[in-house]
């Protein structure tokens, strides 16, 4: 074997198999098609939408454990040890994950739709598995971390945070037919927080101090913002859950307010980066990362908002909406159309062809339309919720839909390119 | 703080830079900031701790060929090539 074919079979054992990551990205794509469908069936349900079982908790949970979550764990196990300069140790717990977390998302999901009690149990229990094992392959690669220790720390606080978020769970998955808690509404805005900022927020901005410096050719922002805006979110996470478990307004007005700082510190990081970067044509997929950084202190000023008592018509689904769509599905779906062609373009090539450029494996007709579409779904949903207007919610999320095809249509090509040979 | 600029000397061989020691993406974007610069010539050779597998996209993106050269013990060197 030459020098060079060393190498280049080096350079690419430091990376996961393409399969594993991209099946939780192609599961991710394919989960948005089914949230937006589900919020389609049950816009008339979503007005004033409290919680509890029915349609518009199917698409919630599709939207955060099929999409999000899905979208989180893919990066986490393909990017973490190339942040933390340590391998994965082995490859079937990524495997296990993914074939464990599918069928309990359609099962959970299915559950609360229906109403079916076992289907939810069932589909509870196989999630609470399989995020436990991704905890303990990450706990394992972050306790091995010698670099980047802001990262690791927000990689820690998620896992911390993550055991949480399934108790809480799988406490209101019994509870829809065993009535265990006495109060089920702030146990379930207690998981939401956690979840949404918690688990998924604290994975969404530690990556960040990778990610966007590497997209933007950045250096690396300073850490002292980064630092300061780590532990306001863990203050924030504190109150916001002892605010929604003992009912008290005070400490979750306190929370939004700890999360505004967190925000402002992050927000400042990476405006940091964005003015030193070197690339000056982020493109797309920047302006969705941009948009969700707008809609990030948005959420939480609404969260003051309702916190304080102030009247916001349709407040929890709006509140719900900005986070979960306006905040993280935007920012994820950003990163992803970056992350997918320079995977592919990694794994691509080999076997004498020449390598793969990720502007090759971008297509663009694919990410303009869900663009377009996630932004529109992005205005008439919020405008629905406001006017409790049913036919603009079906409408908003048929352009969420729409949105949803484009996005499996890109995630589609850019596995073809990968599996197209390639001649100089 | 930021780590701070690499140190970047000439020689026979072409324009080398040091980037070992910083941290996850500091390495790349001095390569790559390296290379944009209008006086860097056809030839780098970069002084590494690992194999820098995000930085090779970058690289063909912009039409440079890469390949290892022996270097120091613990040491990984690569050698850039304008349009090969």
Redesign the interface.
Known sequence: MT??AT?LG??KS??LPASIPLRFFAAAALFQCLAWLMLLLGADELQGFQGGLGRPLAAVHLLTLGVLVMTAIGAAFQLLP??T?QPLRRLWPARAVFWLAVPAIVALTYGMSEGEPGALAAGAAGIALAMLVFAAAIADNLRRAR??PLVAAHGWAALAVVSAVLLLGVLLAVNSWANLLPDQASAALAHFILAAYGFMGLLALGFSY?LV??FA???????LPGWIGFWLALAGFAFGTAGALLAVDLLLAAAAVLGLGAAGCHLASMAWVWKRR?RKRMGLSFVLVRVAWLVLPAGLLLGLALALGLPVPGGAALFGFLVLVGWLLTFLMGILQRILP?LA??HAGGSGGR?????ELTPGLPLKLHAGCHFAAMAVIPAGIVAGNAALLRLGAVAGLASALAFCWFVLVVMLRLRAPRTR | ???EAPPVWNSADGTHIDVRGL????P??AV??LI?RPETGDIIIVHLE??P??L???L??RGWSY??IPGDPGEFRLRLTRGA
């Open positions: 020098v060079a190498f080096g350079a430091r990376l190339v942040a300069v670099s980047l990778v410096p590497m050719m950045s250096p690396a922002p300073p850490r070197l320079f373009s990694m390598p793969a450029r990720v502007s | 703080m930021t780590a941290p996850p993406p500091e790349m974007v790559i900031a944009e690992r194999e597998v995000f090779f996209p970058e063909d993106e390949e290892p």
